[in-house]
């Protein structure tokens, strides 16, 4: 009878995880390279770490990374409409426009498709945070202050959630970089990790 009663309450413990999970809302990240892990085990990237990190909290988002490596904001805009109807994100944290900038793509543009994925995320009734990028001076420094100041206007025109700079963490420490020089290692992330669920707070 006794053993009867502990399997049932294990049935019934496990049921209740799997509903949490099936009802949890989703967090959905939305970038480039920075975010899919390049150069990393899946496990090893910032929204992998992210996830863990909100598993032990009361907060129960669940998180879905859909960046992809290259991506534009022209690249990121034309695939969001999919996303959201897929994923039904709650909060959406958009990554994108570092690899305009370091191709050099009209500024105007960029800014464009990311207000356009502001308002798709929004009317798809999702909170967005978005995470911004800053170039390297060879830019030029008309470009780089351009291209720094284009995440803040956005987020006070839209309303949205922010982090300035995604690499501030580990910017001045160059063995946290792959030998690119762009890509964070995997000692890197979880200072990525943090800032980014500290700045996401008001969200959550």
């Given amino acids: 009878m006794r053993r009867s009663f502990i399997v049932a309450a294990l049935i019934l413990l496990i049921s209740k995880v799997a509903c949490a999970a099936a009802v949890a809302p989703v967090m959905l990240v939305?970038?480039?390279?920075?975010?899919?892990?390049y150069?990393?085990?899946?496990?090893?990237?910032?929204?992998?770490?992210?996830?863990?990190?909100?598993?032990?909290?009361?907060?129960?988002?669940?998180?879905?990374?859909?960046?992809?490596?290259?991506?534009?904001?022209?690249?990121?805009?034309?695939?969001?409409p999919a996303a959201l109807k897929e994923h039904h994100p709650r909060l959406v944290v958009l990554e994108l426009g570092a690899n305009d900038g370091l191709r050099g793509l009209p500024l105007d543009v960029a800014q464009r498709?990311?207000?356009?994925?502001?308002?798709?995320?929004?009317?798809?009734g999702a909170k967005v945070h978005l995470i911004g990028m800053q170039?390297?001076?060879?830019?030029?420094?008309?470009?780089?202050?351009?291209?720094?100041?284009?995440?803040p206007a956005?987020?006070?025109q839209y309303r949205t959630g922010l982090t300035p700079f995604l690499l501030a963490p580990v910017i001045m420490h160059p063995d946290m970089f792959q030998a690119d020089q762009l890509h964070p290692t995997a000692a890197g992330q979880p200072l990525l990790a943090t800032q980014i669920r500290k700045d996401l707070a008001p969200l959550l």
């Avoid at 939305?30 to 892990?37: E, N, P």
């Avoid at 032990?56 to 904001?73: D, H, M």
């Avoid at 498709?113 to 798809?124: F, G, K, P, T, V």
């Avoid at 170039?135 to 995440?151: C, E, I, K, L, V």
């Fill in 30 to 37: 939305f970038g480039d390279s920075l975010s899919a892990g």
């Fill in 39 to 80: 150069g990393l085990a899946a496990n090893q990237a910032w929204p992998s770490l992210l996830q863990r990190d909100l598993a032990g909290s009361k907060t129960p988002y669940r998180v879905v990374n859909a960046s992809v490596s290259g991506e534009t904001t022209a690249g990121g805009l034309t695939r969001l």
């Fill in 154 to 156: 956005l987020a006070r």
């Fill in 135 to 151: 170039m390297p001076p060879n830019m030029g420094p008309d470009y780089t202050r351009s291209f720094a100041n284009m995440y």
């Fill in 113 to 124: 498709n990311l207000a356009r994925m502001i308002e798709l995320a929004q009317a798809a």
